[in-house]
């Protein structure tokens, strides 16, 4: 069973220009979120997706979008890029335990720098 | 707004030992959940140990243990019979308890590395 897939692995892409992630979830998760990870830093909430909806946002701006398709896999949009969107940007996807409790199953993650 | 400490940037154990790092956390909820994630250098995050902050019993799972204390808010791994294996970032992270609510809020990480 595959986990959560993340595409492109790396890109590279130049300031000002637009750019395009996206994520598989865990077969059957229906939930998907987005982080923004920093070098050096923890992780921080961009959105979460669910029914092809944006549920939640973090304190990102509008330059950060995204969308979830039929099949709950997920795209990240982000135009206009600044250098200091340069980070590694983590997909997880929503599992629910046999305990009834949810937990995040992260994919390995786009890197991204901007030049 | 929800914040977590991790005021231990690297920490370094020598193998088999047993190693504490430390996490700091402030909420004004009374009912959520901690995490210790564990990213490796292939950058997956990889969840190690949950606390729901409702029980009173330290959460355990094999080599890994937690010293939950709500009233202090502070929620500490304790890895024993440390493996090179172990070596990764480890985050603590946070999460409110309400339906619909994904979003973990993450400390800035403790560096740990195992010597062999």
């Known amino acids: 069973d595959a986990g959560v897939t993340q595409s492109p692995t790396h890109l590279i892409k130049t300031r000002g220009q637009q750019v395009t992630l996206r994520c598989s979830p865990k077969s059957g998760h229906d939930t998907v979120s987005w982080y923004q990870q920093a070098l050096g830093q923890g992780p921080q909430f961009i959105f979460q997706?669910?029914?092809?909806?944006?549920?939640q946002r973090g304190n990102f701006p509008d330059r950060f979008s995204g969308h979830q398709f039929p099949n709950y896999s997920s795209e990240l949009n982000v135009n206009a890029l600044l250098l200091g969107d340069s980070a590694l940007y983590l997909c997880?996807?929503?599992?629910?335990?046999?305990?009834?409790?949810?937990?995040?199953?992260f994919g390995q993650g786009t890197r991204l720098t901007v030049v | 707004a929800q914040t977590v400490t991790q005021s231990q940037p690297e920490m370094s154990v020598q193998e088999a030992e047993t190693v504490t790092l430390s996490c700091t956390y402030d909420t004004s909820e009374s009912d959520y959940y901690l995490f210790w994630y564990k990213q490796p250098p292939s950058r997956q995050m990889i969840l190690v140990i949950r606390?729901?902050?409702?029980?009173?019993q330290n959460a355990t799972e094999n080599r890994f243990s937690v010293n939950f204390q709500k009233a202090a808010k502070s929620f500490s791994l304790k890895i024993s019979d440390s493996q090179l294996g172990d070596a990764a970032m480890y985050f603590c992270?946070?999460?409110?308890?309400?339906?619909?609510?994904?979003?973990?809020?993450f400390g800035t990480g403790t560096r740990l590395t195992i010597i062999p």
């Open positions: 997706y669910y029914e092809e909806e944006e549920r």
């Open positions: 606390q729901e902050a409702y029980k009173q």
């Open positions: 992270a946070y999460r409110r308890v309400n339906f619909g609510n994904e979003k973990l809020t």
């Open positions: 997880a996807s929503k599992i629910l335990t046999g305990t009834g409790h949810t937990e995040a199953f």
